[in-house]
């Protein structure tokens, strides 16, 4: 039965906008000097919507996930599956395998080392 209205999407993309200010040394996931990195989100919802899958896949843009160095980065959920050094032909390949034929694209995913499993919060809450 065809549900009224959106159907609950049935994955987020978290897609880091963060731009350093000029003259920080810190890398952001969006470069002043870097048109790709400025680039990546629109081509994101742009590829979503050519596939057909927008209302299944929420891309939203957010701030520093934390993992600068790695970046552009963007985080898809369910999976808390990071994915770094993003270019568009990345993101051809995420959208292809991962959101449609459901395999995480491994060589894309944030090294363990930088990433790691979760905490959880009630195992350090004070």
Not at 32 to 42: K, V
Not at 58 to 72: E, K, V
Request: glycine share 10%; charged share 15%; net charge negative.
């Amino acid at each position: 039965m065809m549900m009224q209205g959106m159907p609950q999407p049935a994955f987020y993309i978290f897609k880091c906008q963060q731009s350093a200010p000029a003259g920080m040394p810190k890398p952001s996931c969006v470069k002043p000097g870097d048109q790709e990195s400025q680039e990546l989100f629109g081509y994101l919802a742009q590829k979503l919507m050519t596939k057909g899958i927008m209302g299944t896949v929420q891309p939203i843009q957010t701030s520093c996930l934390g993992r600068c160095q790695q970046g552009p980065v963007m985080l898809v959920e369910p999976g808390h599956t990071m994915y770094v050094g993003l270019t568009k032909e990345k993101i051809d390949r995420i959208i292809d395998e991962h959101l449609i034929g459901g395999n995480v694209v491994q060589e894309y995913v944030i090294p363990e080392e930088f990433w790691g499993e979760p905490i959880a919060p009630s195992s350090i809450a004070s």
